[in-house]
């Protein structure tokens, strides 16, 4: 079965690179993004490539070859569902704020929507492509619904979960480590995963294509994202220990990650992972184990948040003490408030929790960031509901201009790894600061001892 037309609904982080990379390396198949947030689409169609909706490094270039040759975004969800013969549903799946399940399951009302109105206009064969994260058996809820239109359209479900990460987006579209596809045992569940194998094998090897079962693929998806967020909390609990006892966080994750056993990725200490997914997969990977009365395995993988949210805890509770105990009318600037470099993204930012608590000790922040902008933090704020709009925006100024932001501070806490602030002049930020003027590293990428010769008082995580 040869793919022709391909339709993408969820025009986001995901939809939005993914498809222009297929777009990109499969010439001859039509590719039509589609969302029913007009705004995304208008950004995804700006002439002016820096108005993308989502930065990556490469991401314009990708999209600038492609788009209006074989990738449109639109808005028109249904003509392109109805033209279509593969669908990929790639909508968001946050953590349920109501009902059952509420702080822990997915949310699965946008995937349920999706379902029905692919349902509704289909009058071809389709196959339907789960790229969202979702709980392990959603395929036979979204085939039940499929099932039962009446008007005859046969639909296979596939599930093909994505490992990009934000930030190196394009890069691991291009070369991933493993594309994953799960289908139906049947011989059309076999054609269907054919297809989609010939889609990626445009380009990726095909040793690099997995096919499986449906649940293994959507079960895959949640341990890749557990395993990866519980190295971070591991290393992370260790740098709590090197903190007491003069061990340095980045020698134990070198002396360990050169083990090919345990292996040297993933193992930054930091103040925290962030991210739209590791949590919110996490969650509910505990809340499936409790479902299935797997108590013992719920509570140990609960243990990776509670160990995340301790770290940043821990971050902002180590600026206080450290300020004498009183941050209260202190200026403290934040450079970075994006969960890693290298995208706009602050989802879960660990920035955000950092500067809540903060804020609540009635510090005075200003923030910098190369990519983030004021709207963005603003509503990460406001989301949180600490405190009203108003005292958010007269505590918290949001800066264009790095040396701005810490000028005439007590304090720098650095939130986000962007490789820029490494080739700040900081003698010029030093001498613009109250003395003694501190220096907090949450992301230890500072050269402390180049600090100290300035007469920075440095903080970084994981060293005594
Ligand atoms: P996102 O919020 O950036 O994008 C989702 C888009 O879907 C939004 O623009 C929204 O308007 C649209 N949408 C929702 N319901 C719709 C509907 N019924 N019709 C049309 N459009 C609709 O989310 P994202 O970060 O792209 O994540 C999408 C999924 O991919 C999630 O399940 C996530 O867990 C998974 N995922 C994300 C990443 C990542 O790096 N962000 C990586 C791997 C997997
Ligand atoms: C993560 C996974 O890496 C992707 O494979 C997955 O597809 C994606 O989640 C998803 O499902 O959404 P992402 O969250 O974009 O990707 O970025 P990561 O590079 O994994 O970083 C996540 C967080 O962990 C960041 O806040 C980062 O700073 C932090 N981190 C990462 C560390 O603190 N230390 C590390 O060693 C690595």
Redesign the pocket.
């Known amino acids: 079965m040869k793919i022709n037309k391909i339709c993408c609904i969820g025009a986001g982080y995901?939809g939005g690179p993914t498809m222009a990379v297929i777009a990109q390396k499969c010439p001859d198949i039509k590719v039509t993004v589609v969302d029913v947030n007009a705004t995304r689409i208008a950004a995804w169609n700006d002439t002016d490539l820096n108005k993308l909706p989502v930065f990556e490094p490469g991401l314009d270039q990708v999209v600038e070859e492609a788009r209006g040759r074989n990738l449109f975004f639109s808005t028109d969800v249904e003509k392109a569902i109805d033209e279509a013969d593969m669908i990929f549903i790639s909508v968001n799946t946050p953590t349920k704020t109501y009902g059952k399940g509420k702080g822990m399951a997915a949310d699965l009302k946008y995937i349920e929507l999706c379902a029905r109105q692919i349902a509704e206009v289909s009058t071809t064969n389709k196959i339907v492509v789960e790229k969202s994260?979702l709980p392990v058996r959603t395929a036979s809820a979204i085939k039940n619904i499929l099932d039962h239109t009446g008007n005859g359209v046969e639909f296979q479900i596939l599930s093909n979960p994505?490992?990009?990460?934000?930030?190196?987006a394009v890069e691991?579209l291009l070369a991933p480590d493993r594309v994953l596809i799960g289908g139906d045992t049947s011989e059309k569940g076999q054609q269907a995963i054919q297809a989609l194998v010939d889609v990626y094998a445009n380009w990726v090897p095909e040793e690099r294509i997995l096919t499986t079962n449906v649940w293994s693929s959507e079960l895959s998806?949640l341990t890749?994202?557990a395993f990866?967020?519980q190295?971070?909390s591991s290393?992370?609990s260790m740098s709590a220990i090197c903190e007491k006892t003069g061990a340095d966080v980045n020698e134990v994750a070198k002396a360990i990650g050169m083990d090919s056993r345990i292996g040297a990725?993933?193992?930054?200490?930091?103040v925290?992972?962030?991210?739209?997914?590791?949590q919110k997969?996490i969650l509910n990977l505990v809340y499936i184990a409790k479902t299935y009365g797997l108590n013992e395995v719920a509570d140990y993988w609960e243990q990776v948040i509670v160990m995340n949210d301790y770290q940043k805890n821990r971050f902002s509770d180590n600026i206080v003490s450290t300020l004498y105990n009183t941050v209260s009318g202190k200026k403290i600037a934040f450079l970075g408030w994006a969960?890693?470099k290298d995208?706009n993204?602050t989802r879960e930012?660990?920035a955000i929790q950092v500067a809540d608590n903060l804020l609540n000790e009635q510090a005075q922040i200003e923030v910098y960031d190369p990519k983030v902008t004021e709207e963005r933090i603003y509503a990460d704020l406001d989301y949180l509901n600490t405190r009203s709009e108003e005292e958010n925006r007269t505590l918290l100024k949001v800066k264009s201009n790095p040396y701005d932001a810490c000028k005439d501070a007590h304090a720098i806490a650095v939130l986000t790894?962007w490789d820029e602030f490494k080739t700040y002049d900081w003698q010029r930020i030093y001498d613009n600061m109250l003395k003694p003027a501190f220096v907090f590293d949450g992301?230890g990428i500072l050269d402390t001892k180049a600090l100290k010769k300035i007469g920075f008082v440095c903080y970084s995580i994981g060293k005594g």
């Open positions: 995901v994260t994505e490992f990009l990460a934000e930030g190196t691991d998806k890749a994202n990866l967020a190295r971070v290393i992370n990725k993933f193992l930054k200490s930091s925290g992972f962030g991210g739209s997914c590791f997969d969960f890693k995208t993204d930012s660990a790894e992301r």
